[in-house]
């Protein structure tokens, strides 16, 4: 009964509000959910509870008035019925009018001069990361950045996967930033660290390490670099040096055989999570592993298939992610983020963008790009058009109409219905798949919300509860996936907008993160304390991308050459010959859906992500949309106020 009682204080308390306000300044119920999500904030969250007890959430336009118990139904962009009149209705569009040109002044132009300059601190924060790591900390995996030490695995405590999943005895830190080196243009220093890799790095280790950490970051990165020291076309200059002798590719082969026994022993072909790399899967492995991590490892093992001629690779990693689609719900067609790779039960039904589903959906479409494997191409259209029916929430235009920003909200893969309310740092990879698919307008809109958070803390909490306006979960190790969307957003607009954007990053971890020997997690990203750990991605992605950002000379941005970025931000050509197999036994697809499949060629339309993925030069686009916002600033001060900037 109490709950009750509190119900309907808060309900009469809100009214009470709404009254004032009506009274005051003339505003009725239709109008702006900014005002009604601050002032029915605790209310918003009993009804959701209330509303998710019974089951009865819904997939409307409006999610802030979802929350609220109430329905919206009558929106902008829904069409209202022949002969009937829409009730009279308010526009939020006016309560921020007037002021919107404060968005146009600060972001609408960026001058050479401040481009060369973030430049150079996006270099020198590479650099003081990078040297400090190799003075304290090689071999070591990674370098403790307060302590300036050097950090290997956690062989006292080997169920500590946070540390261990990763980090496998194998100059970790190194390998992951040797492409970054060519990027940043130093050819003297990617040479040493290539020759350092290949005197010092054995993987007959005694580690046990997370397939996925183990593909993304090491093989990942040695076949990027061994296909940067060996491309003819010399797009780095020349790189390679004599006596090279494809060790870094042979390095990767090892590193990829020590992986195969997780694909062993599974019922489903789903593989096991981790394995030791001397020993196989460890005795007491468990039988569960997240979405991402099995079915995000057919971009590397795709590549180095092909380029020893040895179809197993690709094969076992084919086989992980036909196996995980079809799993997919019949209803909604949504995986789930965690399953049981011998039964094939969802072990977490929650579907979503970011932990544990990721890399999934990235490397669908991937792989299509550099593979030209039409079923690839097919589970990520259908992935693609699920997500948007299911997980999209707000209006349908990012850039017209009236109702909520659009967000991806993390739902039940079955029923499609909102588990919970918050979003997390990794789904803000995300708009760089979109632009990489051509939806440049969804990603604009989910850039700008993660933009908005990344203003309010400097930083991007693990978890942000959009409902409370709040970080669910504080930390913030160093990711790179807001700064890799800005990138790839600049790279479809050129929009100076991004370069503002990126110059706050800059900035930001500049002031945050920056200490004695390289740049710190961020244990809390209200209060700034910071954990002793630089994870390696933030030298193989985070300075990569700003980098990039603001050096519009790089080779990758030439449009002669066309590269696409792994999902650690290695770089790999889109070459003719990893669309050529020797090989036709990738096995049959049994999945109906997908039974089209014969050829291994482009289609026609793949033009489409060659000129979104790689460097676009956009002088097309007409200058009066180039300094334009990307987002009109009245829906920039909306999503401002949503996360309680003002
Ligand atoms: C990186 O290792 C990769 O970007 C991966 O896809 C996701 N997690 C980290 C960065 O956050």
Not at 213 to 222: C, D, K, T, Y
Not at 313 to 336: D, H, I, M, Q
Not at 364 to 383: C, H, N, T, V
Request: net charge negative; proline share 5%; aromatic share 12%.
């Amino acid at each position: 009964m109490q709950w009750r009682s509190l119900v309907v204080g808060l309900v009469v308390l809100r009214l009470s509000l709404s009254c004032v306000l009506w009274l005051t300044f003339g505003l009725g119920p239709g109008v702006s959910f900014g005002f009604n999500f601050h002032l029915g904030f605790n209310l918003h969250k009993l009804d959701l509870l209330f509303r998710e007890d019974k089951g009865t959430e819904s997939k409307g336009k409006t999610w802030s008035q979802q929350i609220q118990g109430k329905r919206y139904e009558q929106t902008a962009s829904t069409c209202p019925q022949v002969g009937q009149q829409p009730p009279p209705q308010r526009s939020y569009l006016g309560l921020f009018q007037g002021n919107q040109d404060e968005y146009a002044r600060r972001y609408s132009s960026f001058p050479d001069s401040l481009k060369t300059k973030m430049r150079g601190m996006a270099r020198d924060m590479f650099y003081f990361g990078y040297d400090n790591y190799m003075k304290y900390a090689f071999p070591k995996d990674e370098l403790n950045p307060i302590d300036c030490e050097g950090r290997g695995p956690d062989v006292l405590n080997p169920s500590n996967i946070n540390i261990n999943d990763v980090l496998g005895n194998y100059s970790l830190t190194l390998i992951d930033t040797l492409d970054t080196l060519l990027v940043l243009g130093n050819v003297s220093e990617f040479q040493r660290a290539v020759r350092l890799v290949i005197d010092t790095v054995s993987f007959d280790k005694d580690s046990t390490v997370q397939v996925f950490e183990a593909n993304i970051r090491i093989l990942g990165s040695l076949i990027s670099a061994h296909i940067l020291l060996t491309d003819p076309k010399h797009p780095f200059g020349e790189v390679g040096f004599e006596d090279y002798d494809n060790e870094l590719l042979h390095l990767a082969h090892d590193l990829a055989v020590r992986l195969l026994p997780a694909f062993e022993n599974t019922n489903t072909g789903i593989p096991y999570p981790r394995v030791n790399l001397k020993t196989g899967v460890p005795p007491d492995s468990i039988n569960e592993t997240c979405t991402a991590g099995a079915g995000s490892l057919l971009v590397e093992f795709g590549i180095l298939s092909r380029l020893v001629g040895d179809s197993t690779f690709e094969w076992v990693a084919r086989r992980a992610v036909r196996a995980l689609w079809k799993l997919r719900s019949n209803e909604t067609g949504l995986l789930g983020n965690v399953v049981n790779i011998q039964t094939g039960q969802w072990v977490s039904k929650q579907s979503g963008l970011g932990a544990g589903m990721d890399s999934f959906y990235e490397y669908l479409l991937k792989s299509y790009i550099l593979f030209g494997e039409k079923e690839d191409y097919r589970m990520f259209q259908s992935a693609y058009e699920s997500i948007q029916i299911h997980m999209r929430r707000g209006r349908e235009s990012c850039n017209e109409g009236e109702g909520d920003p659009p967000l991806y909200v993390n739902v039940n893969m079955f029923s499609g219905e909102i588990m919970n309310t918050w979003i997390d740092s990794l789904q803000a990879f995300f708009p760089g798949l979109q632009v990489l698919n051509g939806d440049v307008d969804n990603a604009i809109c989910l850039h700008a919300f993660y933009y908005a958070i990344w203003k309010r803390f400097g930083a991007l909490p693990e978890r942000y509860n959009w409902q409370l306006q709040a970080p669910d979960v504080l930390f913030y190790p160093l990711r790179p996936e807001m700064v890799e969307s800005t990138y790839l957003l600049y790279q479809a607009t050129k929009n100076p907008f991004y370069l503002h954007v990126g110059m706050d990053i800059l900035q930001s971890l500049e002031t945050n993160a920056k200490v004695r020997c390289g740049y710190a997690t961020l244990h809390h990203v209200v209060d700034k304390s910071k954990e002793d750990r630089m994870e390696s991605f933030f030298l193989s992605e985070t300075c990569k991308y700003l980098y990039l950002l603001f050096d519009e000379d790089n080779p990758l941005h030439r449009s002669d050459n066309k590269y696409i970025f792994t999902t650690e931000g290695h770089v790999v050509p889109i070459d003719k010959r990893f669309r050529e197999r020797q090989w036709s036994d990738l096995g049959p697809c049994e999945d109906g859906a997908l039974s089209q499949t014969q050829s291994n060629h482009w289609p026609e339309d793949l033009t489409k992500f060659i000129h979104v993925s790689v460097s676009l030069q956009c002088n097309r686009i007409p200058e009066e949309q180039r300094y334009a916002l990307p987002l009109k600033s009245v829906y920039m001060r909306q999503i401002d106020h949503m996360v309680g900037l003002f």
